[in-house]
């Protein structure tokens, strides 16, 4: 078998820290060398089952140890991996292992079976694995124009169809080496894990194993449990979503989080409000991380948090971020382009059509679909996504600016704007509200709250409240 760095990776975290706490859950405590034996065990038995290199296996759970040590052994037999959230379902499962091919499912049924089935059941030391071979047969080798592929995930597909994103074990090694630079974080370190794994391993649960912090697992995502949590195990890394910084920012109570050193949203832009409101009960600056599947994380804004907490900061060392005109070729400071972004670790494929990522790439750029603007010192704030932009009478319109607006009024849980045609402007805006429970508002005073805080051609001309809205599997706002 060729080298495995990514699994190589644990073994020299047990080798270097075996008697330090690597993960805290629901099941207590696991040492690093803990860690690597259950992941060790594993791996022989999916051997044995014939898990080996070219094949792509589906790793199904919750958030907790399993899921990890579930990644690492795949990861250890040769195979390419693709983590997948417990919550999907069956069918969805179905559809996943047909576009992707995957061969075989490790699932701990915790979100119900997903393959009618099992082959084998494999006992952990908490709970179990399930092992399905799917109908993709042994002979057809997952990605074989990737050279040692690790990790295979979709794009969230907020404004088109997803994509396979490839990323071989090199690739790994480069993005996380890339992103601690930044992070800086080591064995003094605990984060506070209350991101969905299935959507947030790399460069993460990855980069903390290979740098010696500890994860401690959220049980859920009350505001009190992760406040409990991060005291309890004197976290110092909160990496959480715009929704549970919201959550948190509301949180009645009086108990702070002392022990935190970084704050960190990411997933979805942040609005202003919710930086303000978090800082007010906790005393912590938001610094918002700019990640993206086909490179992990190249801008984060850990220099003027406190400042411009809406903007995605700076590049990190390793990487070069340009805002591009139509052509790909950089803009002056202060323009609104196409955001573009060079460096170590990028993706090596997408899965179909097989398209190697020099075929991809513009100028050496890859072309992230998002607007962006760069002040003069470097900074960089997000506008809205490429496909979603809305055209009134000549004058860009980014949905999420209006959307961030709608979302500081208490009663609204969620907004999504869009537009219809119209013959003289060309387009005009338009929106869905989701209320929180029990709520009420008056239509024509959401309007007018938004005629105060928006240029004119920016504000809603309609609004309705719906029920739910449709949501991507990584918890964006799915757009038409």
């Not at 270097?16 to 859950?25: F, G, H, L, N, S």
């Not at 490790?106 to 952990?124: A, F, K, W, Y």
């Not at 969905?196 to 790399?202: D, E, I, L, S, T």
């Not at 948190?248 to 990411?266: F, H, R, Y």
């Amino acid at each position: 078998m060729d080298q495995l760095p990514v699994y190589e990776l644990l073994k020299d975290a047990a080798r270097r820290w075996p008697e330090k706490p690597a993960v805290y859950d629901d099941y207590g405590m696991l040492t690093f060398e803990d860690l690597y034996l259950e992941v060790v065990e594993l791996r022989n038995r999916l051997l044995d089952l014939g898990v080996k290199q070219g094949m792509g296996v589906g790793v199904k759970a919750r958030n907790g140890r399993n899921f990890i040590t579930g990644i690492f052994a795949v990861i250890g037999c040769g195979a390419a991996v693709m983590p997948l959230s417990h919550q999907l379902k069956k069918t969805e499962v179905e559809d996943i292992i047909n576009e992707a091919g995957l061969h075989v499912l490790l699932d701990d049924m915790s979100g119900g079976r997903s393959l009618t089935v099992i082959d084998s059941v494999i006992p952990m030391k908490a709970e179990f694995f399930s092992f399905s071979f799917t109908h993709i047969a042994p002979s057809s080798l997952f990605a074989p124009h990737v050279q040692m592929p690790a990790f295979i995930r979709f794009t969230s597909g907020t404004t088109g169809k997803s994509k396979g994103v490839i990323i071989c074990h090199q690739s790994v090694i480069e993005r996380i080496e890339a992103a601690n630079k930044a992070l800086d974080l080591g064995t003094d370190d605990t984060v506070i894990w209350v991101l969905p794994m299935a959507y947030h391993f790399v460069v993460s649960i990855v980069l903390y194993i290979r740098f010696g912090a500890a994860i401690a697992i959220a049980k859920n995502f009350l505001a009190k449990s992760i406040i409990e949590i991060t005291n309890r195990y004197k976290g110092t890394l909160l990496y959480a979503s715009p929704i549970l910084i919201r959550l948190l920012a509301n949180d009645t109570g009086e108990e702070q989080m002392p022990t935190l050193k970084k704050v960190i949203s990411t997933s979805a832009a942040i609005c202003l409000e919710i930086c303000k409101a978090f800082k007010s009960r906790f005393n912590h600056d938001i610094s918002q991380a700019y990640g993206i599947i086909e490179i992990g994380l190249p801008i984060i804004n850990l220099v003027k948090s406190a400042e411009h907490p809406d903007a995605v900061g700076y590049p990190l060392p390793d990487y070069t971020v340009d805002i591009l005109d139509d052509q790909n070729n950089p803009l002056p400071n202060g323009s609104i382009g196409h955001l573009g972004i060079k460096g170590p670790g990028m993706f090596d494929a997408y899965l179909i059509p097989q398209t190697l990522r020099d075929a991809v790439l513009k100028n050496g750029y890859f072309l992230t679909a998002d607007y962006a603007c760069k002040s003069a010192d470097g900074l960089i704030k997000i506008m809205g996504r490429t496909k979603s932009v809305i055209n009134v009478s000549g004058i860009k319109v980014f949905p999420e600016e209006v959307e961030a607006v709608l979302e500081t009024i208490p009663e609204i849980k969620l907004a999504r704007i869009s537009s219809s045609p119209h013959p003289l402007m060309g387009q005009i805006i338009e929106g869905e509200l989701v209320l929180n429970e029990g709520e009420t508002i008056d239509v024509e005073d959401v309007l007018l709250y938004c005629r105060k805080r928006l240029s004119a051609f920016k504000a809603p001309q309609r609004l309705r409240i719906v029920d739910e809205l449709t949501m991507t599997c990584t918890g964006k706002i799915q757009r038409f």
